[in-house]
């Protein structure tokens, strides 16, 4: 970056860009599912009108952000994020506005492409912005914001509907696109495209084997693993993944350099990625799920369960940060999991009737210290593993990996808890939960370094 965009106030306002520009993607993702019966009974068509509105946004988003992370190196962070901006907001308006179910789902899908526009650049524009502990602390202030976002959405989604309509959920996404737009006018672009030429083939091969998997994962659920709907676009969608692969250890001008992975923080970190946000998926679906079907608390009350999570991310993440810029990441990578982990066995005391505040709360509380502990630390430790002209592709292969990890855990959730997540198969499900959370800790121990510079009293991490 260059001038004001280098200066103290010009990084300011650069974070708050990538902080509303990735806030309402991840928002988007989790306010609208406490409008679907409303939306359902406005426009019809039932259970899968229901399914597909969450779902077009999920599987567009997860298909294109790997293109995103490559249109952003390639042709610049602010451009990207300012057509992804724009783009968003036009189809949330388009969401709002929509008078039939095939309308909505259409927007959803462009919604989700131009929510993918947003992420990698948002954190490649502060990786080129902050050095080292700047970097680490700005990372976690941008935790603390946008990791909240999907764990309020149900809170914010249900006060707008009961108070209006379900298009607000939408409508109101202008009002932070609009702010972002005003706050990057003036901000310069940063270098020159990376790369002379465009790698489609590569492009299309990993949309097809991201969407394949997606859509499969997704309809699995409702059809069976054995239907066709779902066994096709699977091994359609795996096969392309392994094209892609190959085309990109060919390809002069790869869409995702496999040389990212020779990197050690990069590849660990993703292992790490992988492990945290399944079980971190799993975990807070089990929940939210288990205390409305089995306990008997109301929608708003399961929504008020999850708000220790978001609370310690916003008190403690900006600090953790600062600290893994000092330190190094490797200690937080090891402990938030671990504790995190730790978190979720204390939950296998719950017995019927359900106590919340002796059975649920504690656990709940030591998970949101352990979010607050790690995701700062992992996001600075996977970018901070790269160069900068490959920030943006690297943040893309980071978000791409924890959605996909999600995805399939809860997929599975009903083979993890045996069906139904009453008391039994809670347990179940909070135990292989803590399981996929205490690998995540062992391999940050075993595979993270701290960057020299970082770690002044443990230079080998």
């Known amino acids: 970056m260059t001038s004001a965009a ?13 902080i509303l520009a990735t806030f309402v993607a991840f928002l988007d993702g989790s306010i609208v599912t406490v409008a679907l019966p409303a939306i359902s009974g406005e426009l019809g068509g039932g259970l899968p009108t229901q399914q597909w509105t969450v779902n077009a946004y999920l599987l567009t988003l997860g298909a ?8 952003s190196d390639s042709f610049g962070r602010l451009r990207i994020l300012r057509i992804g901006i724009l783009g968003f907001g036009v189809s949330s308006l388009a969401c709002a506005l929509a008078w039939a179910p095939g309308v909505l789902i259409l927007a959803r899908g462009i919604q989700g492409i131009t929510a ?10 502060i990786t080129t912005a902050y050095r080292d502990a700047a970097r680490a602390a700005a990372i976690g202030r941008w935790t603390a914001w946008t990791g909240t976002a999907a764990i309020i959405g149900p809170l914010l989604g249900g006060v707008l509907v009961d108070v209006g309509s379900w298009r607000l959920i939408f409508a109101v996404n202008v009002l932070p696109v609009a702010a972002c737009l005003l706050l990057m006018t003036g901000l310069p672009e940063s270098s020159g495209p990376r790369r002379a030429a465009f790698d489609l083939p590569g492009v299309v091969l990993a949309v097809a084997g991201q969407a394949g998997p997606v ?12 239907h066709p709907a779902v066994v096709v676009p699977l091994a359609a969608g795996l096969l392309a993944l392994v094209l892609f692969l190959l085309r990109e250890a060919r390809a002069p001008a790869p869409m995702m350099p496999l040389s990212l992975f020779r990197a050690r923080n990069f590849r660990y970190g993703n292992v790490v990625t992988a492990g945290a946000y399944a079980g971190l998926s799993l975990g807070t679906f089990a929940v939210t799920v288990f205390v409305q079907e089995t306990a008997g608390f109301s929608a708003t009350a399961a929504g008020f369960t999850a708000l220790a999570l978001p609370v310690a991310m916003l008190l403690l993440s900006a600090r953790v940060g600062r600290l893994a810029g000092i330190y190094g990441p490797r200690l937080f990578m090891t402990a938030g999991p671990v504790i995190c982990g730790t978190g979720f066995l204390l939950m296998l005391m719950v017995q019927p009737p359900l106590d919340f505040l002796t059975e649920l709360l504690p656990g709940l509380l030591l998970c949101g210290l352990g979010l607050a ?17 490959d920030a943006g592709i690297g943040s893309a292969v980071n978000n791409a990996v924890s959605r996909v990890a999600g995805l399939i855990a809860i997929a599975l959730a009903g083979t993890v808890s045996g069906g139904a997540l009453d008391f039994p198969g809670f347990r179940q499900t909070v135990l292989v939960t803590a399981v996929l959370f205490l690998a995540a800790g062992a391999v940050a121990f075993l595979g993270i370094r701290n ?3 970082s770690a002044p009293h443990s230079p080998d991490g």
């Open 373 to 389: 502990l790690m995701v700062a630390p992992l996001t600075s430790a996977v970018l901070g593993a790269l160069s900068e002209d």
């Open 116 to 125: 993918a526009l947003l992420v990698p650049g948002s954190l490649a524009l």
């Open 451 to 453: 960057p020299a510079t």
């Open 6 to 18: 280098s200066s103290p106030s010009g990084n300011t306002r650069l974070l708050a860009v990538a």
């Open 215 to 226: 859509y499969a994962l997704i309809e699995q659920e409702r059809l069976g693993w054995g």
């Open 64 to 71: 294109f952000i790997l293109l995103a992370g490559s249109l």
